[in-house]
């Protein structure tokens, strides 16, 4: 006969030490649930559960603009949520602003075109190099030169 196979939740319970931690984040799942449905799109998408203790609900936004937001509204989230058993000690909310991090990874290479050098612009250079004493500038310049439209190495 085969073990029965027990799920994630249910070796969580039977570790004493996990146990705690697994129905506290059971109880603010279950707090960000009502909070969602208490407040209006887009706001509810911004706002997280951060925390619930002595009677004080901590909601973290990723903006300060969503944060500024939900002070409008917050009396009547207050007034909503207190109407629910789970919520009926609720004495306040507080706001914590959290950006969202985003790793300079996720973002995609500013990438520019190639610089077009122009025939006169080429020939300006090479004058500017046949008038310089530096060979480390004159050679650059002529590199540089050598880069333009329909370029002729001269």
Same mark, same amino acid.
């Given at each position: 006969?085969?073990?029965?196979?027990?799920?994630?939740?249910?070796?969580?319970?039977?570790?004493?030490?996990?146990?705690? !931690?697994? *129905?506290? %984040?059971?109880?603010?799942? %279950?707090?960000?649930?009502?909070? #969602?449905?208490?407040?209006?799109?887009?706001?509810?998408?911004? /706002?997280?559960?951060? =925390?619930?203790?002595?009677?004080i609900l901590t909601? &973290?936004? #990723?903006?300060? *603009?969503?944060?500024?937001?939900?002070?409008?509204?917050? #009396?009547? !989230?207050? &007034?909503?949520?207190?109407?629910?058993?789970?919520? /009926?000690g609720l004495k306040a909310i507080e706001l914590s602003i959290r950006p969202l991090e985003v790793s300079p990874f996720d973002q995609p290479l500013a990438t520019f075109p190639a610089p077009i050098l122009s025939k006169q612009n080429a020939e300006g250079l090479r004058t500017t190099a046949a008038a310089v004493s530096s060979e480390a500038l004159q050679a650059a310049l002529l590199r540089l030169a050598k880069h &333009?439209?329909?370029?002729? =190495?001269s």
């Open positions: 006969m085969e073990p029965k196979k027990l799920s994630l939740t249910d070796i969580l319970l039977k570790t004493p030490a996990l146990k705690p !931690l697994l *129905v506290k %984040a059971q109880e603010l799942s %279950a707090i960000q649930r009502l909070v #969602t449905q208490n407040l209006q799109s887009p706001l509810n998408t911004y /706002c997280k559960v951060a =925390s619930y203790q002595k009677g909601l &973290s936004l #990723t903006s300060a *603009v969503w944060a500024h937001q939900l002070r409008f509204a917050k #009396t009547t !989230l207050l &007034s909503s949520l207190r109407t629910t058993p789970a919520f /009926c &333009s439209i329909g370029a002729n =190495s």
